[in-house]
């Protein structure tokens, strides 16, 4: 990494320098959760003379195998590959739900937020499905031409239009729920039930760990 990469690519490298610093400083000289936001990273960054982020830079390079020392090659291939195979599986079955029940699948994503929700509007669906308005836009097209969902006036405001399921919808969402419920069902059922247990607390380690992964990286 080149030391403008500090500046240029302030979100590929955010997560590196964040790790080096935990790695190399004591936690309780760093605020280390205000060096995740990207404002209080230009801040920090912009506050180093060249001479130091040399350093840095440099520190970083020569370490950058020593992020996660006390992972194995073998532990970081295997994790590697059952993160793959359960990516593909996820992905296998979400081609067959959106087949069995006749919707694209950003459609089907969209229907099933209404099965925690009685009414939505078009932003509050683009930011659940993290897509701009005018993609958001045809989706909900899609869903009223297939009369899953309406498009009502607020009766506190006439201006905001609320969404909601129709009866038909209802049904859609009822069997989606059905399927769901079936086929992960079917997967508890081949462990047994310490397996069952253990399994849910990795998954809660595991969600824990790639989410704060993930806030370090964006």
């Known amino acids: 990494?080149?030391?403008?990469?500090?500046?240029?690519?302030?979100?590929?490298?955010?997560?590196?320098?964040?790790?080096?610093?935990?790695?190399?400083?004591?936690?309780?000289?760093l605020n280390l959760y205000s060096i995740q936001k990207k404002k209080n990273y230009i801040k920090i960054i912009k506050t180093l003379?060249?001479?130091?982020?040399?350093?840095?830079?440099?520190?970083?390079?020569?370490?950058?195998?020593?992020?996660y020392p006390d992972v194995s090659d073998f532990q970081l291939d295997r994790f590697q590959k059952l993160i793959a195979i359960l990516f593909q599986c996820c992905q296998e079955r979400m081609q067959y739900q959106c087949e069995r029940f006749q919707l694209p699948d950003a459609e089907f994503r969209?229907?099933?937020?209404?099965?925690?929700?009685?009414?939505?509007?078009?932003?509050?669906?683009a930011?659940?499905?993290?897509?701009?308005?005018?993609?958001?836009?045809?989706?909900?097209?899609?869903?009223?031409?297939?009369?899953l969902i309406q498009c009502i006036t607020d009766p506190e405001d006439s201006r905001v239009k609320l969404l909601s399921l129709t009866p038909e919808g209802q049904k859609k969402i009822n069997d989606i729920k059905q399927f769901m419920e079936?086929?992960?069902g079917q997967v508890l059922s081949q462990m047994a039930?310490?397996?069952?247990?253990?399994m849910l607390t990795n998954l809660d380690i595991l969600k824990a760990s790639m989410e704060a992964v993930r806030d370090m990286m964006v």
Not at 49 to 67: E, G, P, Q, R
Not at 110 to 125: H, N, P, Q, V
């Open 127 to 147: 930011q659940k499905m993290n897509v701009v308005k005018s993609r958001v836009s045809k989706i909900i097209d899609g869903l009223i031409k297939k009369n």
């Open 182 to 184: 079936d086929v992960h």
């Open 193 to 198: 039930p310490d397996q069952r247990k253990a």
């Open 1 to 29: 990494m080149a030391l403008s990469g500090l500046f240029t690519k302030p979100s590929k490298v955010r997560f590196e320098f964040l790790n080096f610093l935990t790695l190399h400083f004591p936690k309780p000289a």
């Open 49 to 67: 003379d060249t001479d130091s982020l040399s350093v840095i830079v440099h520190a970083m390079n020569d370490f950058k195998d020593s992020y």
């Open 110 to 125: 969209c229907l099933i937020l209404f099965g925690d929700e009685r009414y939505l509007t078009a932003k509050s669906i």
